[in-house]
Nanobody, 118 residues
Framework: QVQLVESGGGLVQAGGSLKLSCVVSGRSFRNYAMGWFRQAPGQDREFVARITWSGDTNYVDSVKGRFTISRVNAKNTVYLQMNSLKPEDTAVYYC????????????WGQGTQVTVSS
C-alpha cells in the first residue's frame, strides 16, 4: 500500500511563501507521477501542479510563475514551493500519486491546510 504524508501548511500573510512536502512510502516512487490539488471551502477539488516520472511539469494557470513543483527521488519526496501567495490560494492542499507515471489519482494524502491572510 502506498501512503502519502503532507506537511508544511500553515498561516501566512499575502505575498509570503510556504513550501509543502509530501513523503511517499514504497520502493517505486521514481516511477510515479506526483501532483498537488487543492480544495477551498464549498468548492470542488482543483488541480494545481503535476510532475511526471521524467520531470515534466505543468500547472494550473492561476499559479504559473508563483508555484514550483519538484521532486527528490532519493528522498521519496515531492515539494510545492509557493511564492507570492494570495488569499485565494487558501485551501486544503492534497498530494496525489499516479502509478503510470503521467496521470494522477491512484493514491491521495490526507491534506494540509494553507491559509493566506490579506
Amino acid at each position: 500500500q502506498v501512503q502519502l504524508v503532507e506537511s508544511g501548511g500553515g498561516l501566512v500573510q499575502a505575498g509570503g511563501s510556504l513550501k509543502l512536502s509530501c513523503v511517499v512510502s514504497g520502493r517505486s516512487f521514481r516511477n510515479y507521477a506526483m501532483g498537488w490539488f487543492r480544495q477551498a471551502p464549498g468548492q470542488d477539488r482543483e488541480f494545481v501542479a503535476r510532475i511526471t516520472w521524467s520531470g515534466d511539469t505543468n500547472y494550473v494557470d492561476s499559479v504559473k510563475g508563483r508555484f514550483t513543483i519538484s521532486r527528490v527521488n532519493a528522498k521519496n519526496t515531492v515539494y510545492l514551493q509557493m511564492n507570492s501567495l494570495k488569499p485565494e490560494d487558501t485551501a486544503v492542499y492534497y498530494c496525489a500519486a499516479g502509478l503510470d507515471g503521467t496521470s494522477l489519482g491512484n493514491y491521495w494524502g490526507q491534506g494540509t491546510q494553507v491559509t493566506v491572510s490579506s
